[in-house]
């Protein structure tokens, strides 16, 4: 087993660095943070196999602490394992403004500096991640992250402060970054001057008007039901970051539920990339449809009680009868062109999940009114 030390344990991405290695039963995490001590920290060394090293500083109230909080802590960490006789791997999460003239790029890489000669002198390994804005779930809001800040404030209602829409952002997801980084602690490489190249690493560019944007979609989903394109990762990935600012006691949400003496029904969500599910509840010896689409497909899944689904091609008299149950998740495709009726011949409540190809339009429905029965020639019962 492995011994993994983690410094800044407690901050936004050792948080999340700890949580994924506490997953791995080949991996014994040890976490430093501001609030132990020297000597802890040199147990830690001791004891440590690889060292990820995320403390630091980035928005400090007094300037001075960029140095004492980003070179500072790396120097010692460097001098702790000197003085231990210790050869052992760093992992560092620097900032792409360490090759940048401002107080935070100048500690930045001055804490780079140091590993580097730690690595020369002692000759272990070391990899520096150059990292650009990192986002994800468990960020600080309202501190050094817009994305969290937006996700926080725009959940709540609470106003956000957009300067420039048009100012260009670069984005890297946490998850990612820890992806990154675990690699490089399984299979170590060699970097020049340690940096490690940023390809390994997928990065988003968009606008900071383009972000906001999204996450309002976001925060408005549980009213239009509409869901973004969750093919592209990104959307999936800043969704999952909206949805963990969301305030737990507020996970819950009521559908727009329409009712009539046949039972009710309810719009689930919605895409233009993937049509929409919605579901029903039929009262005992009900019948809904008795129509039909030109292009739109359906699918029906009763999920409780017992149904009977009947179709008939619009040209044709014989009707296709499949009888379903709630137990046996089965499936049946309504194809284009055919009638198709669904009957609650339980004695129960039936509940049924349907999915449409098409997100519904009242200017354009594509539903036609047909019985099945009619010009009834004969009834198959599918098997």
Known sequence: M????????????GRNLAAALAARDDIR????????????LQRGIAEADV???????????????????????????CRLLENAGRSTPVIFSSSIQAERDNPYGNSKRRAENALREYARRSKAKIAIFRFKNIFGKWCRP?????VATFCHNIARDLPIDISDPQRALELVHVDDAIAAMSAEMDNPREHPEGVVAPDPIPSYSLTLGDLADRIRFFRAMRKTMQTPDFSVRFNRQL?????????????????????DPRGSLAEFIKSPHFG??????TVPGVTRGNHFHRVK???????????LIRLRRIDDGEIHEFRVRGEDYRVVDIPPGFTHSITNVGETEMVTLFWASEVFDSNRADTYFMPVDVQRKNTREAA
């Not at 929409?276 to 509840?281: A, E």
């Not at 497909?297 to 149904?307: D, H, N, Q, R, Y």
């Open 142 to 146: 309202n501190y050094n992250s817009v």
């Open 276 to 281: 929409q599910i919605f579901v029903s509840r």
């Open 29 to 40: 995490v040890l976490k430093f943070d501001i609030d132990n001590t020297e000597a802890e």
């Open 239 to 259: 969704y999952s970051t909206y949805l963990s600012y969301v305030e737990p006691r507020q996970a819950a949400y009521g559908l727009d539920i329409k009712r």
């Open 2 to 13: 492995k011994t993994i030390l983690i410094t800044g344990a407690k901050g936004f991405l």
């Open 51 to 77: 060292i990820f090293h995320l403390a630091g500083v980035n928005r400090p109230k007094d300037v001075a602490e960029f140095d004492s909080g980003n070179a500072g802590s790396t120097e010692l960490l």
């Open 297 to 307: 497909t359906e699918k029906f899944l009763v999920l409780s009680g017992e149904g």
